[in-house]
């Protein structure tokens, strides 16, 4: 149920977006225990000037590889966002050669009343879901 955005350099293939979006998603089933069919990603591809994304005092040096990913979610505990900030990270190295310094991340927590999945109905509500 989760709802990921991510903001990239635009350049990459759509096999380099599709090991993004695939390596993502892993890590969120793994820390967020949502069901393997849960999977809502929407990519925006920017020109360069469109990204700033400074260190925040850190010492991080981005590349053109930066991503940004921002996550509406229902509400999740401390260990379960550090446990996906890890893994997002381990993945994203590992299988797109993202380094760890290139990923940013956001949680924004929502709740049952503000999703619908269509038909117009609010399934977390209606119990659907």
């Not at 955005?5 to 089933?29: Q, T, W």
């Not at 994304?53 to 991080?60: A, M």
């Amino acid at each position: 149920m989760p709802l990921l955005r991510f903001d990239v350099i635009e350049g990459r293939s759509p096999e380099e977006l599709k090991k993004l979006l695939d390596a993502a998603h892993e890590a969120m089933v793994d820390a967020f225990q949502v069901p393997v069919t849960d999977r809502y990603q929407i990519v925006h591809q920017h020109p360069a000037h469109e990204l700033v994304l400074k260190d925040t005092g850190l010492g991080f040096a981005r590349t053109s590889q930066a991503v940004v990913i921002s996550i509406v979610s229902k509400q999740r505990t401390g260990e379960q966002k550090q446990q996906l900030y890890k893994l997002l990270a381990e993945r994203l190295e590992q299988q797109c050669q993202i380094p760890p310094s290139d990923l940013i991340i956001s949680i924004v927590e929502n709740g049952d009343t503000d999703w619908s999945f269509g038909n117009g109905e609010a399934q977390f509500l209606t119990g659907a879901l």
